[in-house]
Nanobody, 124 residues
């Protein structure tokens, strides 16, 4: 059974950095598009970043572009989200997601597999 496990969340001051990881197991995700979403209390789950299975296509939400970087290591079945210049509004539970697709989706409903999430807290 496919499983995604996020790690790397925590408490950081505004302006700081965190690196999230998402390790996939149970199947080979090398041909899967993968993404990061986040959900703050009382808000809908929102797109953060996505990457094609080759790594050749990358997409970011406007709110994180220039501050966050998504990457993947297919040999390790792992994707990463480097988050720099964190702001209080970045505080949320961050989820990774996967879908076997060539075209990279950017909406939650299009993804088939989800991790349990990791909390990112940004203090002002």
């Amino acid at each position: 059974q496919a499983q995604l496990v996020e790690s790397g969340g925590g408490l950081v001051q505004a302006g700081g950095s965190l690196r999230l990881s998402c390790a996939a197991s149970g199947r080979t995700f090398s041909r899967y598009a993968m993404a990061w979403f986040r959900q703050a209390p009382g808000k809908e789950r929102e797109f953060v970043a996505a990457i094609s299975w080759t790594g050749g296509s990358i997409y970011y939400a406007a709110s994180v572009k220039g501050r966050f970087t998504i990457s993947r290591d297919n040999a390790k079945n792992t994707i990463y989200l480097q988050m720099n210049s964190l702001k209080p509004e970045d505080m949320a539970v961050y989820y990774c997601a996967a879908k076997q697709a060539v075209v990279v989706p950017t909406t939650p409903l299009e993804y088939d597999y989800w991790g349990q999430g990791t909390q990112v807290t940004v203090s002002s």
